[in-house]
T-cell receptor, first 116, second 113 residues
């Protein structure tokens, strides 16, 4: 079966530009997560969706970052007025809903964002 | 403030020997712990997990040990194989409705043939 897919795999943009990163979760997974991984660090939580709504967006660094999941499946992470410090690998994960809570998170390959 | 710490950025082990990767945490609200493996240019792959009600979980060559009083967990790989060479991340999840993972900074394991 298909895993989590993310597009594009690489994105190079100029400072100040707007970018959109897409995530296709595993079919049937109700929960979707975005993480950001900087060089030499582990992934850091950004936002979590349960269905269509953002259940927890406490990890978004500032109001330049926004994410949507309008139909409860595909999600888009949007970054406005990009800065060089936004350069990182953006990871998406999804998990099934289990009786006791959320199941294991399965990660996509990530989108490497480079802001020049 | 790093809530999950992996103090060894790298580890080299001879093929066939045991690899031991360590992880410490500070948040006593964490009740579920996971290990992920990551190859270059790929996303993290789930390896093994353990609930705080247990102190050991085993899956084939992989065993995770949890010492709650010391807030310490470790991953043992026996026997180590060259294909195990990767970055290993420890992650923790709090109890309650919040389900985001907090990751350590990773340990690069190199298994030498």
């Amino acid at each position: 079966g298909a895993g989590v897919s993310q597009t594009p795999s690489n994105k190079v943009t100029e400072k100040g530009k707007y970018v959109e990163l897409r995530c296709d979760p595993i079919s049937g997974h109700t929960a979707l997560y975005w993480y950001r991984q900087s060089l030499g660090q582990g992934p850091e939580f950004l936002i979590y969706f349960q269905g269509t709504g953002a259940a927890d967006d406490s990890g978004l660094p500032n109001d330049r970052f926004f994410a949507v999941r309008p139909e409860g499946s595909v999600s888009t992470l949007k970054i406005q007025r990009t800065e060089r410090g936004d350069s990182a690998v953006y990871l998406c994960a999804s998990s099934p809903r289990l009786a006791g809570g959320q199941g294991t998170q399965y990660f996509g390959p990530g989108t490497r964002l480079t802001v020049l | 403030d790093q809530q999950v710490k992996q103090n060894s950025p790298s580890l080299s082990v001879q093929e066939g020997r045991i690899s031991i990767l360590n992880c410490d945490y500070t948040n006593s609200m964490f009740d579920y712990f996971l290990w992920y493996k990551k190859y270059p240019a790929e996303g993290p792959t789930f390896l093994i997990s353990i609930s705080s009600i247990k102190d050991k979980n085993e899956d084939g060559r992989f065993t995770v040990f949890l010492n709650k009083s010391a807030k310490h967990l470790s991953l043992h790989i026996v026997p180590s194989q060259p294909g195990d060479s990767a970055v290993y991340f420890c992650a923790a999840r709090p109890s309650g409705s919040a389900r985001q993972l907090t990751f350590g900074s990773g340990t690069q394991l190199t298994v030498l043939p």
